[in-house]
């Protein structure tokens, strides 16, 4: 497996959830991380925290406020970057907007328009725009690759049809992405998380009495994109989905617990 000591990644929307797990599993690997989001602070759930924490991982931790539904940010992040870095060998989108109150359940026609913008503006087209201002630094990589974070959502119903819409975006804009990369020997991927127990949803389950025994562990999500992304394959892989469960199994992950849950999404398709 590729080493990744050095390297220069980013992850967006990192001050919590998937992509907090993300960026601290490129930390355990020697990874310079550059996390983005809007919330900072000394909170448990800012970039500042994230970014602390990779230091302490093992990795060099950067924060930068972004909000990735302003394509000025965007563009400021990865200007940023360039002055610092000059490169990013790991670029991970993986910044989503929670519609609040959550669109769960129902019709579409009870859910307010903005949910869409929530969903696929930031879920959808800031990843885009983040992809076309990180490309350049990412041809100044001797090995860049990209992942995606996106969800089963894409290929049977969660949540909300607007909710689908954003994530099977998301897994063709990749697959198409991966064809126009693929000359300069840049690989990108969907990574299907399963059931994941992040701050959002850890929340909801003290509500509501959820188990969630059986849930990935953003730590875990992140070992397991972390594994890919060191894999030497991953080029072979290109414009593919890749299924969480599917990576701790081949690469014999285990979450900060010891732990390796074993529940997977009822309705996916293989």
């Given at each position: 497996?590729?080493?990744?000591?050095?390297?220069?990644?980013?992850?967006?929307?990192?001050?919590?959830?998937?992509?907090?797990?993300?960026?601290?599993?490129?930390?355990?690997?020697?990874?310079?991380?550059?996390?983005?989001?809007?919330?900072?602070?000394?909170?448990?759930?800012?970039?500042?925290?994230?970014?602390?924490?990779?230091?302490?991982?093992?990795?060099?931790?950067?924060a930068i406020r972004c909000d990735h539904?302003?394509?000025?940010?965007?563009?400021?992040?990865?200007?940023?970057?360039?002055?610092?870095?000059?490169?990013?060998?790991?670029?991970?989108?993986?910044?989503?907007?929670?519609?609040?109150?959550?669109?769960?359940?129902?019709?579409?026609?009870?859910?307010?328009?903005?949910?869409?913008?929530?969903?696929?503006?930031?879920?959808?087209?800031?990843?885009?725009?983040?992809?076309?201002?990180?490309?350049?630094?990412?041809?100044?990589?001797?090995?860049?690759?990209?992942?995606?974070?996106?969800?089963?959502?894409?290929?049977?119903?969660?949540?909300?049809?607007?909710?689908?819409?954003?994530?099977?975006?998301?897994?063709?804009?990749?697959?198409?992405?991966?064809?126009?990369?693929?000359?300069?020997?840049?690989?990108?991927?969907?990574?299907?998380?399963?059931?994941?127990?992040?701050?959002?949803?850890?929340?909801?389950?003290?509500?509501?009495?959820?188990?969630?025994s059986q849930s990935q562990t953003p730590?875990?999500?992140?070992?397991?994109?972390?594994?890919?992304?060191?894999?030497?394959?991953?080029?072979?892989?290109?414009?593919?989905?890749?299924?969480?469960?599917?990576?701790?199994?081949?690469?014999?992950?285990?979450?900060?617990?010891?732990?390796?849950?074993?529940?997977?999404?009822?309705?996916?398709?293989?």
């Amino acid at each position: 497996m590729s080493d990744l000591k050095g390297q220069i990644a980013v992850v967006t929307g990192s001050s919590r959830g998937i992509g907090k797990g993300i960026a601290l599993a490129l930390a355990e690997q020697g990874c310079t991380v550059y996390a983005t989001g809007r919330t900072i602070g000394d909170g448990d759930r800012t970039i500042d925290t994230t970014a602390r924490q990779v230091t302490a991982a093992g990795g060099v931790g950067h924060a930068i406020r972004c909000d990735h539904g302003d394509d000025d940010d965007i563009a400021r992040l990865f200007e940023q970057i360039g002055q610092e870095a000059g490169r990013i060998d790991i670029l991970v989108n993986n910044v989503y907007k929670i519609p609040s109150p959550p669109a769960w359940g129902g019709g579409y026609w009870d859910h307010p328009i903005s949910i869409w913008d929530d969903q696929v503006g930031i879920g959808l087209r800031a990843h885009y725009v983040a992809s076309w201002h990180a490309a350049g630094l990412m041809f100044e990589s001797d090995n860049a690759r990209m992942l995606n974070v996106s969800s089963p959502g894409g290929q049977s119903y969660h949540f909300s049809s607007s909710y689908g819409a954003g994530k099977a975006g998301l897994d063709r804009l990749t697959a198409d992405m991966a064809v126009e990369l693929q000359p300069k020997g840049i690989p990108a991927c969907v990574l299907y998380p399963g059931s994941v127990s992040t701050e959002f949803i850890q929340d909801a389950a003290e509500e509501q009495g959820m188990d969630l025994s059986q849930s990935q562990t953003p730590l875990l999500v992140g070992r397991a994109a972390t594994s890919l992304l060191m894999s030497d394959d991953m080029m072979a892989r290109t414009g593919t989905i890749q299924w969480v469960e599917d990576l701790i199994a081949e690469f014999d992950l285990f979450d900060e617990n010891g732990s390796r849950p074993t529940a997977k999404y009822a309705q996916r398709d293989s």
